[in-house]
């Protein structure tokens, strides 16, 4: 199992173009987590995706950022007109069905670091 | 509110000597309460979890509900310890949904 992989590895845009962050969950993991670490600070939930569902879009810009996690794919994280504000680290998580027993219920990608300049 | 305190974002410490990381949280109800640990290179990862109430090299945690703390101890460190480590936060609504509040993390350096 490759674990959680995430593409690019480092994204480099500049102001105005748009960021697209791709992750590719664990084998049999159906849900998807987006948390976005700022320089200084902790990680910060962004968007909760199952398949084709968004279900929890609490921690998502209002605008400008938008999430997808389709039937067949990775799921996408896509950034809009980009500003230097959002120069980050973008980490996506999977996690296994709730029936599952596993003792870690996150597994986190290596993360896309945006620049933007 | 969530919120996960980790007012250390530094802490050296020799081999052999205790380590205590520090992480304080507010949370109204019963929150779970983790340990996450990411080695130089390498993917954030859980370390220990409240729930579990396990040792995971050599490194505890207890849940104080009195305090609102969730301390990280070891009694003696290795050099391989040294890391980044974040304490993370999973309020009980949101069970299913691992929405964690993360702290800003703690890097901690094993002197020899």
């Known amino acids: 199992n490759a674990g959680v992989m995430q593409n690019p590895r480092h994204l480099v845009r500049r102001r105005g173009q748009e960021a697209r962050l791709r992750c590719s969950p664990m084998?049999?993991?159906?849900?998807v987590y987006w948390y976005r670490q700022l320089p200084e600070e902790g990680l910060k939930f962004m968007v909760y995706?199952?398949?084709?569902?968004?279900?929890?879009e609490s921690g998502m810009p209002k605008e400008r950022f938008s999430a997808e996690f389709p039937k067949e794919g990775p799921s996408i994280l896509r950034i809009q007109q980009v500003v230097r504000g959002d120069s980050a680290a973008y980490f996506c998580?999977?996690?296994?069905?709730?029936?599952?027993?596993?003792?870690?219920?996150?597994?986190f990608g290596s993360g896309t670091q945006l620049s933007v300049l | 509110a969530q919120r996960v305190t980790q007012p250390e974002k530094l802490l050296s410490v020799f081999k052999g000597a205790p380590v205590e990381l520090k992480c304080n949280y507010s949370?109204?109800?019963?929150?779970?309460l983790f340990w996450y640990v990411q080695y130089s290179r390498q993917r954030l990862q859980l370390l220990l979890r409240?729930?579990s109430r396990e040792s995971i090299k050599g490194f505890t945690a207890d849940l104080n509900k009195g305090e609102t703390s969730f301390h990280l101890k070891k009694p003696f460190a290795q050099e391989e310890d040294s890391a980044m480590y974040y304490c993370?936060?999973?309020?009980?609504?949101?069970?299913?949904?691992?929405?964690?509040?993360f702290g800003t993390g703690t890097r901690l350096t094993i002197i020899p």
């Open positions: 998580a999977s996690s296994p069905p709730m029936s599952a027993e596993e003792n870690e219920k996150l597994f």
């Open positions: 409240h729930i």
């Open positions: 993370a936060l999973n309020g009980p609504t949101n069970f299913g949904n691992e929405k964690l509040t």
């Open positions: 084998k049999g993991h159906s849900h």
């Open positions: 949370y109204s109800g019963s929150p779970e």
């Open positions: 995706l199952q398949k084709e569902n968004i279900i929890d």
